[in-house]
């Protein structure tokens, strides 16, 4: 029984979301092979050679794979699946991008979200935003699966040696092509793998309020800046910055989280999280609920507090 995991990359070095995945497919079975695609993507095949747990590395290197369009590469997957059991992809916006293609064009149902490996064919996903857990079994000759990475460690790397096999890649998508990218850089860690996240919601009140509260209390420790989808609808913040069932799926060791009432959608985004700390000045914030240390005042007096004493 193989397994084939797409790994998720840039061209240059390996998203944390792969080595998630990897252990997901460990959970599944032992021989697991790992697709990288991509332009000028060596030295990402390099960095998954090493990862415990992968047998077997495909090296796919082609210009038009440069910008991983869904229609190139679910072209490449699903001239790859039939040769194997299970095909995983993290469930982030890569993953979301490409593999519904994968699994319709091979006429198999897509389990998203997998929360948890009960055997090769039985999974676990939350439906309802989270608040039940489904059980889902499948027959069907080739798994296709997301994997939410939040709900499994991350595989180990340093300790392998796995072969790297060039691949030939199908001709390009020649109706698709990408014309430019706006990519957001920040010199703060990257939200999705953050292990500290603040977050700021409506209470805010407006962008400016946002940046000149968050900024300095993320700026003390070491975070990520993150927001709820009102926030982000209100213009407070940038689309990548939302966490929630829309927006990112996060887990970090601390989240703290600012102005937000906690609606289902955002719980949905951060509820694994380890700590959670709330600050808001609705004593019935849904927020405090799921918290594990609430602050019930004004953050606009609490926030800069915290601040000063973090210095």
């Not at 940046?211 to 070491?222: H, I, N, Q, S």
């Not at 970090?252 to 937000?260: H, N, T």
């Not at 700390?277 to 019930?296: H, L, S, T």
Request: net charge negative.
């Amino acid at each position: 029984m193989s397994i084939l995991v797409i790994a998720e990359h840039d061209n240059r070095t390996l998203k944390g979301a792969t080595l998630n995945t990897i252990t997901a497919a460990a959970a599944i079975g032992a021989d697991i092979h790992v697709l990288v695609a991509g332009s000028g993507c060596s030295a990402v095949a390099e960095a998954v050679s090493s990862i415990n747990g992968v047998i077997r590395v495909l090296l796919a290197d082609a210009p038009h794979l440069d910008a991983l369009l869904a229609e190139d590469l679910a072209k490449l997957v699903t001239q790859l699946a039939g040769g194997y059991s299970h095909v995983l992809a993290p469930a982030t916006a890569f993953g979301k991008n490409f593999l519904p293609r994968v699994a319709a064009l091979l006429d198999v149902a897509q389990i998203s979200d997998v929360v948890a490996v009960e055997s090769a064919n039985t999974f676990v996903r939350p439906i309802y935003a989270g608040n039940a857990l489904a059980t889902v079994s499948s027959d069907d000759p080739v798994k296709v699966l997301s994997v939410r990475a939040t709900a499994f460690e991350g595989a180990v790397g340093g300790g392998g040696s796995a072969p790297i096999t060039p691949i030939t890649a199908p001709a390009g998508f020649a109706r698709t092509r990408c014309v430019s990218r706006e990519l957001a850089t920040s010199e703060r860690p990257e939200l999705a793998g953050a292990k500290v996240i603040v977050s700021g919601g409506r209470g805010l009140g407006s962008k400016e309020n946002y940046d000149a509260v968050l900024e300095p209390l993320a700026d003390a420790l070491g975070a990520a800046l993150g927001a709820s989808r009102a926030a982000v609808d209100a213009g407070f913040a940038p689309n990548d910055y939302q966490v929630g069932q829309t927006g990112k799926i996060v887990a970090p060791q601390l989240y703290v989280a600012v102005g937000i009432s906690g609606a289902i959608q955002h719980l949905a985004g951060m509820k694994d999280s380890k700590v959670i700390v709330a600050i808001n000045k609705d004593p019935e914030a849904p927020i405090f609920q799921v918290a594990d240390y609430g602050v019930v005042g004004d953050l606009f007096t609490l926030v800069p507090e915290l601040v000063s004493n973090l210095k």
